[in-house]
């Protein structure tokens, strides 16, 4: 590892330990050219492939501005966000794999976001998913409804009288 004072080509590590619940190592390394001590954080690599086929690093920054968007005026906060995040995160790197379909990233956001805020989760699934129709929409209502075991007269997702 480069000193990024001196720009010593090598280093010594003087003390490794686990970081973000396993998921990193922080390494503190010394110089021995100038004696100057820092850190590293290594982190397995996580890439994503696009429907393209292009491969890109994965963001879990680039997951919580799209899952924004779908919470946009609705009672979500960041720190909401940012679990919601983490959930994802976590969900993808459990899988092993060091490279990951665009298309599963969007599976492991459904769930949690229909957790946190179903008006949320159809916005976002009516993009991910590709809704063509108001059948589409009405078919996942009725979904939703199913899981919570309301029939279409009771409260929820029902639409508000005019």
């Known amino acids: 590892m480069r000193c990024p004072f001196c720009r010593h080509p090598d280093s010594r590590v003087v003390d490794s330990r686990v970081a973000d619940d396993g998921a ?14 820092f850190t590293t954080v290594e982190t397995a690599s996580l890439m994503v492939v696009k429907r393209s086929g292009a491969t890109e690093p994965f963001s879990r920054d680039k997951v919580i501005a799209g899952v924004r968007k779908a919470c946009q005026g609705r009672p979500v906060t960041e720190d909401d966000l940012a679990r919601l995040g983490q959930r994802v995160e976590d969900a993808v790197r459990a899988t092993g794999a060091a490279e990951i379909p665009a298309h599963q990233i969007g599976l492991a956001v459904l769930a949690p976001l229909r957790e946190l805020d179903e008006v949320a989760y159809l916005r976002f699934a009516s993009v991910y998913r590709g809704f063509q129709s ?12 199913a899981e919570r075991g309301e029939t279409a007269a009771e409260p929820g997702l029902a639409r508000p009288q005019r």
């Open 24 to 37: 990193a190592i922080r390494r503190r390394r010394s110089c021995p050219q100038c004696g100057r001590r």
């Open 134 to 145: 108001l059948a589409d929409f009405e078919a996942e209502i009725a979904m939703l409804r």
